[in-house]
């Protein structure tokens, strides 16, 4: 391996690449995990995996690919190997492709074991900057800000330690919480008003919703509509409980616009091409409605949603529960929003999942 030329990268990413060229430099082997993709799309991981091939190339390091059961296809060029290659090779590097279907916590398990050094790429390989460490030193002082609003030990842990493990790529260390994802004890599902499920899909949260609140009607808005038919099929199933399960197909935004859904299943998101879909704002469509809980799930467009809410974030100030992990600033743009529109909420985060995404924020 050509040692000297980790320094030139290292330098764009310095934590995790110096991580990676290190454990290179070392002697360590290193494969690629190409699991199932459904979420990433078709053909999506073939060019994941060339991203991360050329960017190992440039530090003179060449991988096979670890080829697991169920794996989709690859080029026939590629040098592929199984875990039992790896397992003779002794120590090395993994290069993980997240993906939500392929269950990779009992292969971390075993392969750290053997003595391998686990690399969790998902943010890196997805979207390169989304693990730049200039990004966060550029960000400094809103990142400061956004942790200063804070409202408990718990939370501030999460928050360092998300921000840890998206410069070094060990998630091994993130902080989680002793509740599970969207129900956070100060949040009241019985306080009087609608329940708004943004980001749907085909209903669980809605579901959970329902159970959650005694009375309270929940509205599931969901902008793809072969999603919003399935919605609608679950809504059906509800039982006696379907009374207070509503629907509507469009997506939130800062206004009212027909917008275009590119991507398809738990990925879609608003974007300049793809499917024609309605996207409104909270504060055209809702804004007659006491709403008690706002919660947002939807790819990117948090912060849009959030200010076509203003009017009634400040009017009403209904409990918020957003997530802060698809787009690189939203862990600390978004609380920094909603300060901005109304200062008196307290400020919690839960980080949900094993892996770097599922961070969610609760204002009440």
């Known amino acids: 391996m050509n040692c000297s030329s980790a320094g030139i990268l290292a330098r764009r990413n310095p934590r995790f690449i110096d991580r990676l060229a290190d454990a290179l430099c070392s002697g360590g082997d290193a ?6 993709s459904r979420f990433l799309g078709e053909g999506t991981h073939i ?3 060339e991203r991360v091939q050329r960017l190992l190339e440039r530090l003179g390091y060449h991988l096979p690919v670890l080829s697991l059961p169920g794996s989709p296809a690859v080029p026939a060029t590629w040098e592929t190997c199984t875990l039992n290659d790896l397992n003779r090779r002794g ?8 993906n939500p279907h392929f269950e990779s916590d009992e292969l971390h398990n075993n392969l750290k074991a053997l003595g391998f050094t686990v690399f969790d790429c998902t943010l890196y390989t997805i979207h390169p900057d989304k693990l730049a460490a200039d990004i966060l030193e550029r960000e400094q002082r809103s990142i400061a800000m956004a942790a200063s609003l804070l409202s408990d030990q718990d939370s501030l842990d999460s928050f360092n330690s998300i921000l840890m493990a998206r410069v ?3 998630r091994s260390q993130i902080a989680r919480p002793s509740f599970e994802e969207y129900r956070h004890p100060k949040v009241d599902f019985d306080r009087p008003g609608l329940l708004v499920d943004a980001g749907a899909f085909h209903g669980s949260t809605t579901k959970q919703f329902l159970e959650w609140s005694k009375e309270n009607h929940v509205l599931a808005l969901e902008p793809n509509p072969g999603a919003f038919a ?3 099929l679950e809504r059906e199933r509800g039982g006696p409980k379907k009374d207070r399960w509503l629907t509507k197909c469009a997506g ?3 206004h009212d616009k027909t917008g275009k859904l590119s991507g398809d299943g738990l990925g879609g998101r608003v974007s300049s091409e793809g499917e024609a879909i309605d996207l409104v704002s909270v504060d055209s469509v809702l804004g007659a409605e006491q709403i008690s809980v706002l919660k947002m799930d939807i790819e990117g467009s948090e912060f849009q949603a959030l200010m076509g809410a203003q009017e009634t974030i400040y009017r009403q100030k209904p409990q918020l529960i957003v997530c802060l992990y698809h787009l690189i600033d939203d862990l600390w743009r978004l609380p920094l929003l909603i300060q ?3 200062g008196d909420y307290e400020f919690y985060i839960g980080h949900h999942g094993d892996i770097l995404y599922e961070t969610v924020l609760y204002a009440v």
């Open 31 to 36: 494969a690629i995990i190409i699991p199932r």
């Open 47 to 49: 060019e994941v995996i």
């Open 91 to 98: 120590n090395a590097v993994l290069l993980e492709v997240f």
């Open 168 to 170: 070094t790529g060990d």
């Open 230 to 232: 399935t919605l609608n």
């Open 252 to 254: 939130l935004w800062s």
């Open 340 to 342: 901005a529109i109304r």
